[in-house]
């Protein structure tokens, strides 16, 4: 059987570019490598058999399309607790917290306010610039420990010209923690896969594609696999590692080697009640000593207490050196020093190593870090047919979340439809 179009892999991108080809008409089947759909998005149960997501979690009002589909598909909006104050750590002053926070963003904004084309930082790391900044040390720290932690990088691999770009598509004016969802983003992702039925099959990796002007021809364990079109909706490592013949042209095959996984660990810690408030906390942290490290209260009116641990870029390499106890022992430690020694006293404890995951690369996204791949997205956006990409990586708007797969997926889908001659029903995108 020869379809339209297959779309490897079924994370939000591909789920998306699905649902957008099946309801204009085209024959779609989704192949993807997991045994469950979500890509880094999905969920774990703790010792109560309660399901939360161990991987992509948050949402904001200011990203219509997942919020639309969560309204679409009934789901029900937590409200991320924030009350009370903010910790940094080492311990210092509300005063001084405060102002080095501000210190912080200043940096941010400074850093935003650059052209991204200038060629004045076409050769400079985040870090190289960041050397070159007035600011003090302990803002200089903070910065880097927000910047490992949202990137999951080492700061001197981040260019500062991507940085900027994809800083700059992250519009959102309210927090981007400020909702999850009571029934798991990963429900959501379960949602969508639901709608597409026997459109999916899992468990089914892609190794190769062999592709020409008629078509192409996927390569899998369990056979062959026929479309018209393919959409490659992987991250960039991820979809490096797929063969494809004949290669794809040049200046294609750069773009798609000039990425970098992230490394990631989430820990979920729950406890019998919020002691952190006791004090006037919010359970927020962050540190400037151990750069990359964040934790967040997710509790649930009608659940027990949750932190949720980050540990984002070097610092989770480091510490997974350690092995699994140290590893504890340290997050533990320090965060106990932060909120109290209650910490050291959860119901249970949950981790999830992102690192190496074989099907996600390794962080929130993946990164362009060929100091000189500037089109990197662009020509991965444009592919080469019959081969279309789409990941969160690729989107216009707010690229590494969610929101930015979905819109990645649909724009895949909008590009795959002006290929075929035939009238479109309506707009991929709206």
Known sequence: MIHDVIVVGAGFAGLSAALALRDDGLDVLVLEARGRVG?????????????????????CEDMPHVMALA????????TTPIDGSFTLQPEMSEEDSRALWDANVAIRDRMNSIDPADPAVGDLSVWDWLQRQPDD?????????TIEGLWCQPIDAVPVWYLIDNDRRITNEVSELQYFLAETMHALAEDLAADLGDRIRLSVPVHEVRHDESGVTLMTAEGLHQARRVVIAA???????????????????RALNAWRSGTVIKMR???????????????????????????????????????????????????????????????????????????????????????????????YSDIVADFSAHDAEALLRAGTAPIHFASSELSPSFPGYVEG??????????????????????????
Request: aromatic content about 8%; hydrophobic content about 45%.
């Open 39 to 59: 890509g880094r998005v999905e969920t774990q149960a703790n010792s109560l058999g309660e399901r939360y997501d161990s991987g992509g979690q948050f949402l």
């Open 71 to 78: 309204k679409r598909h009934g789901k029900t909006l937590v």
């Open 137 to 145: 040390a302990d803002a200089k720290s903070a910065f880097c420990s």
């Open 235 to 253: 991250p960039p490592v991820v979809a490096n590692r797929i063969v494809f013949s004949p290669a794809l042209p040049a200046k294609l095959a």
């Open 269 to 363: 810690l729950r406890y019998a009640r919020a002691f952190w408030r006791d004090q006037g906390r919010n359970g927020m942290v962050l540190w400037r000593d151990v750069h990359g490290l964040f934790v967040c209260d997710t509790s649930r009116e009608d659940a027990h207490p949750a932190l949720v641990v980050f540990i984002g870029g070097p610092s989770a390499l480091r510490l997974r050196a350690l092995g699994d106890a140290a590893l504890r022992a340290e997050v533990f430690t320090r965060i106990a020093a932060a909120l109290g020694p209650q910490i050291l006293e959860p119901l249970d404890v949950a981790m999830r190593d992102w690192i190496d995951d074989p099907w996600s690369g390794g962080g």
């Open 405 to 430: 797969a979905i819109v990645s997926g649909r724009a895949a889908a909008a590009a795959v439809l002006e290929t075929f001659e035939r009238p479109v029903g309506r707009d991929p995108l709206a």
